[in-house]
């Protein structure tokens, strides 16, 4: 990669990853044996953002860099608030004589609101982000088991998954997740859960000793959701909490080449190749057999074709642009509603595919990461994708690059002598100030995995923006996955098949 300085203007934004390239250009073609399709008539760049602090884990071999370039020019800024509802309460004014009952008539009503706030309060809020774009109705209560709003998004972000796999659900009476006992668990509740949540079925389920005083236990009632038919209990025998994983993931194939550039089959299983109308465009994570992760910008709003999920094809267990396998097919392309092209801002998308992907030793999902998990600055991760290798070339790499980079402070991308402020929590960054490696155009929706300590891999980050490639002190900004992950499962729950 090339190493050259540069600072970011006086822009509010942050510029695109390709300051030498328009917007409007197409990303370099592949050379070869081979001719391939000629380039979509846009390119798509890349963004991140810093996790918490966790401690580094250890990682596989291999290195060599390649960096996303975007459509537009510059990262999304935070998007609009959810919506809320304003709900306003009219009195009328009450004769003299009876004045007394009507104070004690309002206050009884204000006893009942302030009892109805603490009691549903909670639920009632917690999902305004998933309600974007759905309709609810009045007084809808999250995770009762039903569904009431349109789209069912009252009810879609009611599971999670804490460290070592610990299950946790949310009920209409409990206000925090709360770990499962793990007494009267079944596979049929664990296929139920890991299904609700847009899996096939579960992989595996276990107990661990729970740490929580508080926790649900499995009901009598018969829910077609887990959080129907869980309720708040007293007691535990055994004290064992619900450990879940809905899929076999993150686990690869490890090159025994050190420092090496270029990736071997199966050694990132989950890495996709998004083809626009027969051109590899954006990179992407398979995250379960139905659905792929990748970035928002990849598909520009003012580019109808582009949004067109008929216009794109899903290449899962290559490393060659030259022996692409059958394609998959794209039914939905979900873009993050708060996305915002002008700063990159939530800058993430969901595919969902025609047909469950068939697993195989080079076609695996990367693991989605718990709810609860930090990712420390210096921690060393690995991007990968079929971009270029060096800013400003002439043409793409036809074959997968990988490079290691590491998760840099929030504070210091955010720092004057970086990105000046432009650092949303919804990104994370990943490099180096010196320069040297890093992700480029034709990266962009591309993951950014971490190792952890059970020896899975885990998708940290989606490749989204850069000041240039390379270039010193503009390390590479990833759309982080931790921030976004009640989006990603409430989409997954809502499109399951």
Not at 108 to 126: A, H, K, T
Not at 198 to 216: A, E, I, Q
């Amino acid at each position: 990669m090339e190493d050259t300085h540069t600072q970011l203007q006086g822009d509010e934004n942050p510029p695109p990853y390709f300051l030498v390239v328009k917007p409007t250009e197409p990303p370099p073609p592949y050379v070869g044996p081979h001719p391939l399709p000629s380039s979509p008539p846009f390119e798509p760049f890349y963004i991140s953002q810093c996790f918490p602090q966790m401690p580094p884990p250890n990682i596989p071999p291999s290195a060599a860099g390649t960096s996303p370039h975007g459509s537009q020019t510059a990262p999304p800024p935070s998007a609009a608030p959810p919506l809320t509802r304003l709900v306003v309460t009219r009195r009328k004014r009450a004769r003299c004589y009876g004045c007394s009952v009507g104070t004690l008539l309002v206050l009884v009503l204000i006893g009942i609101v302030v009892w109805l706030g603490v009691r549903y309060g909670p639920l009632l809020l917690s999902h305004g982000t998933n309600k974007v774009g759905d309709t609810c109705p009045p007084m809808t209560v999250n995770c009762d088991g039903h569904a009431d709003c349109t789209q069912g998004s009252d009810e879609t972000d009611c599971v999670r998954f804490g460290a070592g796999n610990e299950l946790l659900v949310l009920t209409s009476n409990s206000s925090v997740y709360l770990p499962v006992c793990s007494t009267g668990w079944s596979q049929s509740l664990a296929d139920q859960t890991c299904q609700q949540l847009g899996f096939r079925g579960s992989y595996k389920y276990g107990s661990m000793t729970m740490t929580s005083s508080s926790f649900l236990s499995v009901s009598n009632q018969s829910a077609g959701t887990i959080q129907g038919n869980v309720k708040v209990s007293s007691s535990c025998p055994g004290q064992g909490a619900t450990t879940l994983q809905c899929t076999s993931c993150g686990d690869a194939y490890t090159s025994k080449i050190i420092g090496g550039t270029v990736a071997e089959l199966g050694q990132w299983p989950w890495q996709a190749s998004l083809h626009f109308q027969g051109s590899h465009t954006c990179g992407g994570s398979l995250v379960a057999q139905d659905f792929v992760v990748t970035a928002a910008h990849c598909f520009p709003k003012d580019s109808a074709s582009a949004q067109l999920p008929s216009n794109w094809l899903v290449y899962l267990g290559t490393v060659s642009q030259y022996t692409l396998p059958p394609p998959l097919y794209v039914t939905k392309i979900s873009i993050h509603e708060q996305y915002d092209p002008k700063t990159n801002n939530y800058d993430i998308a969901l595919l969902k595919l025609a047909r469950p992907v068939t697993m195989t030793n080079v076609i695996k999902p990367v693991c989605l990461p718990a709810f609860d998990t930090l990712v420390s600055a210096g921690t060393q991760c690995w991007t990968t994708g079929f971009g270029t290798t060096q800013e400003g070339a002439a043409h793409a790499s036809p074959i997968l690059m990988q490079v290691a980079v590491n998760i840099i402070d929030l504070s210091v991308c955010n720092s004057a002598e970086v990105y000046s402020g432009l650092i949303t929590p919804n990104m994370l960054c990943a490099g180096y100030l010196t320069g040297g490696r890093d992700s480029c155009q034709g990266d962009s929706g591309g993951p950014l995995v971490c190792q952890e300590s059970d020896g899975r891999w885990y998708l940290t980050g989606i490749t989204s923006w850069g000041d240039g490639c390379g270039r010193e002190d503009s390390p590479g900004v990833y759309s982080n996955v931790h921030s976004l992950l009640a989006w990603l499962y409430s989409k997954m729950a809502q499109q399951r098949p």
